[in-house]
């Protein structure tokens, strides 16, 4: 049975910072692009990192390049994604995803709920 | 590309056929989510017209020019449900579907 459990959300003040954790399993995860979407009320769905397989390539939406880090640990099955800086706009329930295959999500965790707030 | 439009409602009876549209799409790579409330997105349709496995026959997808579509045929209780497209990253406003 494929899991993607997410873990590290919380609430955190401006200017603050979280490291969430996506802990994969019952797939091969060492070979598959992962990412990270998150979701608002407001906004909906929106992509905010992937990394390649190996790790050797990240990429973020515009928003929030320079303050979030997403990386992986192949040997633990697990993504994470290290966001600094927060702002109120982050607030959001991240879920972790695998793209299997060019932006399309087939596997997807339960979500963790990220509040930004003073 | 921008984000995807989609109608903010949709609705119908049991027994018949909804269509669900997403303007905006500039590649073959189409996907299309549900969810129910409180649960992740699952992904219902990809590539346009494919389903994943153990994904009902009742959904289908089609797309012309720039318009991909959804359709549920024979609506059942527990199709109702948030629907979202999604094209190269970007996702669509999200649909949510009422089944009278």
């Known amino acids: 049975e494929v899991q993607l459990v997410e873990s590290g959300g919380g609430l955190v003040q401006p200017g603050g910072s979280l490291r969430l954790s996506c802990a994969a399993s019952?797939?091969?995860?060492?070979?598959?692009?992962m990412m990270w979407v998150r979701q608002t009320p407001g906004k909906g769905l929106e992509w905010v990192a992937h990394?390649?397989?190996?790790?050797?390539?990240?990429n973020y939406v515009d928003s929030v390049r320079g303050r979030f880090t997403v990386s992986r640990d192949n040997a633990k099955n697990s993504l994470f994604l290290q966001m600094n800086s927060l702002r109120a706009e982050d607030a959001a329930v991240y879920y972790c995803?695998?793209?299997?295959?060019?932006?399309?999500?087939?596997?997807w965790g339960q979500g963790t709920l990220v509040t930004v707030s003073s | 590309q921008s984000a995807l439009t989609q109608p903010p409602s949709a609705s119908g009876s049991p027994g018949q056929s909804v269509t669900i549209s997403c303007t905006g799409t500039s590649s073959d790579y189409v996907s299309w989510y549900q969810q129910h409330p409180g649960k992740a997105p699952k992904l219902m349709i990809y590539?346009?017209?494919k389903r994943p496995s153990g994904v009902p026959d009742r959904f289908s997808g089609s797309k012309s020019g720039n318009t991909a579509s959804l359709t549920i045929s024979g609506l059942q209780a527990e199709d109702e449900a948030d629907y979202y497209c999604g094209n190269n990253g970007v996702f669509g406003g999200g649909t949510k579907l009422t089944v009278l």
């Open positions: 990394i390649t397989p190996d790790g050797s390539s990240t």
């Open positions: 590539e346009v017209t």
């Open positions: 995803a695998r793209d299997f295959a060019y932006q399309t999500f087939d596997y």
């Open positions: 019952g797939f091969t995860f060492s070979t598959s692009w």
